[in-house]
């Protein structure tokens, strides 16, 4: 029996990637997932999806309120949002960003029928901010050079990554460590209640650069949640990007090429 799927994307100021995005989804393989969009209060991006429009698309154009501002928290309370927007079976998250393998959510759905998981993810590949694969022995998400490297080392030593390619080998188990990112998941929507990503953010997690991803990781632990692993590096990344915080400046969106 086909299994229902929606794909859930929040965007603000960055039309030319998103457009790369829809384009994914659209392109998907064994299945016809939904996808809804919500664009974060910004016109420019809402008229650039005019053209752009297919029956499995719908966008939603959101104004922030008094007091609203970028970062983890409002990413947060806008995910949780989708999901409650979703009536699908299964939900998956595409950071505006980035770009699904033809046979990503496929593959997923594979992988949760075999394991009888309600949470199962896929690897990624990193890719730098020209397109090609980022190789570097450091960890791209630490503030600093030093941090940076240090981590790189401890994430070697556990199998996640390696100078051999630009894959990143998601693991549950990896948390604290290092979480899953939010757009390699495929969940069961049943299974996420109304708030799986908690909006409240500490100093701490602040300062140790957490983020929603964190927080949704953490309410799959906390759930108990059979969780499960295709091994297969389906997600493309982009490095440094933040779905909302986007200035509108940066010329990246028009030069951006995938390097295969």
């Not at 457009?19 to 991006?45: F, N, P, Q, Y």
């Not at 791209?140 to 940076?148: E, F, K, N, Q, Y």
């Not at 070697?156 to 188990?173: C, H, L, Q, S, Y």
Request: a negative charge.
């Amino acid at each position: 029996m086909r299994q229902s799927v929606t794909v859930l994307t929040v965007t603000r100021r960055r039309p030319r990637w998103l457009l790369r995005c829809i384009d994914s989804v659209r392109r998907l393989v064994g299945v016809e997932a939904e996808h809804i969009v919500l664009i974060d209060d910004c016109d420019e991006t809402d008229r650039a999806l005019a053209g752009a429009e297919h029956r499995r698309l719908t966008r939603f154009l959101r104004r922030r309120r008094p007091g609203e501002a970028s970062g983890p928290a409002h990413l947060a309370g806008l995910r949780n949002l989708m999901i409650r927007m979703a009536t699908s079976e299964w939900v998956a998250f595409l950071d505006d960003d980035n770009v699904f393998a033809e046979e990503h959510i496929a593959s997923l759905l594979a992988c949760a029928e075999e394991t009888g998981a309600a949470a199962v993810h896929s690897w990624m590949r990193m890719f730098d901010a020209t397109g090609q694969p980022h190789t570097s022995a450091r960890w791209p998400w630490s503030r600093d050079d030093a941090a940076g490297e240090a981590k790189y080392r401890i994430m070697a030593a556990k199998g996640v990554v390696t100078r051999d390619d630009n894959i990143v080998r998601e693991a549950i188990d990896n948390y604290p460590a290092r979480c899953v990112d939010t757009s390699a998941w495929l969940l069961r929507r049943s299974a996420l209640g109304d708030t799986p990503m908690d909006p409240t953010f500490t100093l701490a997690e602040f300062e140790a650069n957490k983020a929603e991803d964190d927080h949704l990781h953490a309410y799959i632990l906390s759930q108990g949640l059979k969780v499960a692993c295709t091994e297969r590096a389906t997600l493309r990344y982009a490095l440094g990007g933040y779905s909302t915080n986007h200035d509108g400046r940066s010329d990246r969106a028009e030069t951006w090429r995938w390097a295969d």
